[in-house]
């Protein structure tokens, strides 16, 4: 981004349109005979008649400002591709010497084109970096979108906003019905028509003024446009004072235009460093059991690549470790596995070695057959304590203890699932008489236990 000096312009030059002929009358004369009044009814006749042909627009240039922001740019509709060029400028509340604001440009650029079976699209703003993105869509029957689609996302596209509808939507606030003072003026101009209206609208603590002016061809299409809204609010004094101004233009070109853009610099050429991991992972390419996987691209070649978005993970070398399961690539089993990442719009490709690990002890809990921390048996039975582990994946390794193994022994122990929750159980015997505690300290936290007390009778 750069500082500038702004002087910001509205009024643009005139541009030559041609379209389809439409009801709309011509004069000649002079300039107070070709002076008439218009109503709201003849504005909407406009209005249908300029969004209509402003479907064939080619070129326009548009600009907005509220207070000290100013955006202004091109957009411009070539055969099957469509180019936005556009800066943003913002006061820094500097001033130069001769004590005018200091303004910080960022730039932006919008590219969207049907090449080769793809829809390709580029959004990059300078200000915001965080939010670029390039990214491609194969077209056709078993594509991921359409041909009708791919036609009209390179007009529709939100990145493209600022067009004919874009600036009516707006200024058709200045001629409302009701609005106080309303005013509409047409005036002839040879094959053009020139129409200004202006209105206002106060209630309670806040009043605005709409004023908007607009050039037709002859057949209708919208040459140029601008419109301007002043808000005002009550200051302590309760006077109305100006609050916020808004202003919007744009000049629409009807002619044949070529669009020359290089996106290969936003799409990688190569993947150079890659992060796979999961939710908890504490370190790179390393993912946590039970977990889905997630990447994140960490150098591409270009570094002016923004499609890292466009990137999953294709396959895995080793099932057993890292699986797709239900659309989602799922650290299933302890151990390594190579995966491999790419996209569907070209060959680049990346492969990296994860590491599946279990994940760190949370809390566990221990109970005995009954589901409780104590229970009462007879010498001769058997029984178990069961413990699971949080979060699932953890660990399942812990130890016993038994305060009075001439009451219970333990005869072995064993992993299973249940529920599909793996359970460590310990199964004892009931050997004598009496009663005993059996202590179970996980291996992740030593310090802590669970008490599971056995009371045994004849």
Same mark, same amino acid.
Request: charged content about 20%; proline content about 1%; aromatic content about 8%.
């Given at each position: 981004m750069k500082k500038v000096y702004l002087t910001p312009i509205l009024c643009l030059a005139l541009a030559s349109c041609g379209g389809t002929s439409s009801s709309i009358p011509s004069s000649s004369g002079s300039e107070a005979e070709n002076t008439f009044d218009m109503t709201v009814s003849d504005m909407s006749e406009y209005r249908e008649s300029a969004l209509s042909l402003g479907q064939g627009a080619?070129?326009?240039?548009?600009?907005?400002?509220?207070?000290?922001?100013?955006?202004?740019?091109?957009?411009?509709?070539?055969?099957?591709?469509?180019?936005?060029?556009?800066?943003?400028?913002v006061a820094t509340g500097e001033v130069d010497e001769d004590f005018n604001p200091i303004y910080e440009d960022s730039g932006e650029i919008a590219f969207a084109s049907i090449e080769d079976g793809y829809f390709y699209y580029v959004n990059t703003k300078e200000h915001e970096p965080n939010l670029a993105s390039a990214y491609a869509y194969s077209i056709g029957e078993t594509g991921d979108i359409s041909e009708e689609q791919a036609k009209n996302l390179l007009r529709e596209d939100g990145a493209f906003q600022y067009d004919v509808e874009w600036f009516w939507n707006l200024a058709d606030d200045s001629y409302i019905e009701n609005y106080q003072g309303l005013t509409i003026k047409g005036q002839k101009n040879g094959d053009i028509t020139l129409v200004k209206a202006s209105s206002s609208y106060s209630g309670g603590d806040n009043a605005y003024t709409y004023e908007s002016s607009y050039e037709f061809s002859l057949e209708g299409a919208l040459l140029k446009g601008e419109f301007t809204n002043i808000q005002y609010e009550k200051n302590a004094e309760g006077a109305l004072a100006q609050s916020m101004v808004y202003s919007y233009s744009v000049e629409v070109s009807y002619e044949k235009q070529n669009i020359s853009f290089d996106k290969s610099p936003y799409f990688a050429s190569s993947i150079d460093e890659v992060d796979i991991h999961t939710t908890s992972s504490k370190s790179s390419n390393v993912a946590i059991l039970n977990e889905p996987l997630l990447l994140d691209i960490k150098k591409a070649s270009p570094e002016t690549a923004i499609d890292q978005e466009s990137y999953s993970i294709l396959s895995s070398d080793?099932?057993?470790?890292?699986?797709?399961? *239900?659309?989602?690539?799922?650290?299933?089993? &302890?151990?390594?596995?190579?995966?491999? !990442? %790419?996209?569907?719009? @070209? *060959?680049?490709?990346?492969?990296?070695?994860? &590491?599946?690990?279990?994940?760190?002890? !949370? %809390?566990?809990?221990? @109970?005995?057959?009954?589901?409780?921390?104590?229970?009462?048996?007879?010498?001769?039975e058997t029984d178990y304590v069961a413990v699971v582990f949080s979060p699932e994946g953890a660990e399942p390794a812990a130890e016993i203890k038994i305060d009075d193994e001439s009451v219970i022994e333990c005869t072995g122990q064993r992993v299973e699932k249940v529920n599909g929750i793996e359970t460590l159980f310990f199964d004892l015997k009931m050997v004598g008489e009496g009663t005993a505690t059996a202590r179970i300290n996980p291996m992740a936290a030593p310090s802590t236990y669970i008490a599971i007390t056995f009371t045994v009778g004849a």
């Open positions: 080619t070129k326009i240039s548009w600009s907005t400002s509220q207070n000290e922001i100013y955006h202004r740019g091109t957009t411009t509709y070539g055969e099957n591709a469509t180019l936005l060029s556009g800066v943003t400028s080793n099932e057993e470790v890292i699986a797709l399961v *239900d659309g989602d690539y799922l650290a299933v089993g &302890t151990g390594k596995a190579n995966i491999t !990442i %790419g996209n569907s719009y @070209n *060959d680049v490709t990346f492969t990296q070695e994860v &590491t599946v690990v279990r994940p760190d002890l !949370i %809390g566990f809990d221990a @109970n005995a057959s009954n589901g409780e921390k104590s229970i009462e048996k007879k010498v001769g």
